[in-house]
Antibody, heavy 128, light 107 residues
Framework: QVQLQESGPGLVKPSQTLSLTCTVS??????????WSWIRQLPGKGLEWIGN????????YPNPSLKSRVTISLDTSKNQLSLKLSSVTAADTAVYYC???????????????????WGQGTLVTVSS | DIQLTQSPSFLSTSVGDRVTITCRAS??????LAWYQQKPGKAPKLLIY???TLQSGVPSRFSGSGSGTEFTLTISSLQPEDFATYYC?????????FGGGTKVEIK
């Protein structure tokens, strides 16, 4: 059974870069046909997709609302997924989840299907 | 971006009741819709994908239907462990989006 575990600082100062890691166990991050994603949930609010990357590391899709600030990457040697979000403000305070989804289909873009595996989430607070 | 509107946003109901939650998309998404259940302090749990396929291990009292722009999640007989918040999510096109959620509470 695949398990995902987020880790990183729980407190980040405004204007700095939020950096999180998701460690995958029970399966390889290079497993054929899977997307790895970051999703966040603002306090008391709904879910926001941040972006995803295909297992090859080549098909990378960030949310346009965050595009200029987001970097998602894979480290196959450590079986980890990472998230970097630059120039953070208090509006980026949220619980951050990593997740896995199978490839759904490819048209002009390739898209993941539903998110079947999730980490437990990690709360990141942006405050000075 | 495709907007997903869930209704109702809040539901007060009783054990044994039949519950229906609707998710409307701002444009057609074929059958590329999933439903999740989230309990306080926990990650969302996948219930249904591609509109109507039950995720392994999910009780058969949960079902999904719809196509195009209107979708429903039905719980045939609500159990105590079903009190939670439910979200729909589309994977028809980028950016992936979620509905605003439906909180199901005990009457």
């Amino acid at each position: 059974q695949v398990q995902l575990q987020e880790s990183g600082p729980g407190l980040v100062k405004p204007s700095q870069t939020l950096s999180l890691t998701c460690t995958v166990s029970g399966g390889s991050i290079s497993s054929d046909g899977y997307f790895w994603s970051w999703i966040r949930q603002l306090p008391g609010k709904g879910l926001e997709w941040i972006g995803n990357i295909y297992y090859t590391g080549y098909n990378y899709y960030p949310n346009p609302s965050l595009k200029s600030r987001v970097t998602i990457s894979l480290d196959t040697s450590k079986n980890q997924l990472s998230l970097k979000l630059s120039s953070v403000t208090a509006a980026d305070t949220a619980v951050y989840y990593c997740s896995r989804a199978p490839l759904a289909y490819c048209g002009g873009d390739c898209l993941p299907g539903a998110f079947g595996f999730w980490g437990q989430g990690t709360l990141v607070t942006v405050s000075s | 971006d495709i907007q997903l509107t869930q209704s109702p946003s809040f539901l007060s109901t009783s054990v044994g009741d039949r519950v229906t939650i609707t998710c409307r998309a701002s444009q057609g998404i074929s059958s590329y819709l999933a439903w999740y259940q989230q309990k306080p302090g926990k990650a969302p749990k996948l219930l249904i994908y591609t509109t109507s396929t039950l995720q392994s291990g999910v009780p058969s009292r949960f079902s999904g239907s719809g196509s195009g722009t209107e979708f429903t999640l039905t719980i045939s007989s609500l159990q105590p462990e079903d009190f939670a918040t439910y979200y729909c999510q589309q994977f028809n096109s980028y950016p992936l989006t979620f509905g605003g959620g439906t909180k199901v509470e005990i009457k």
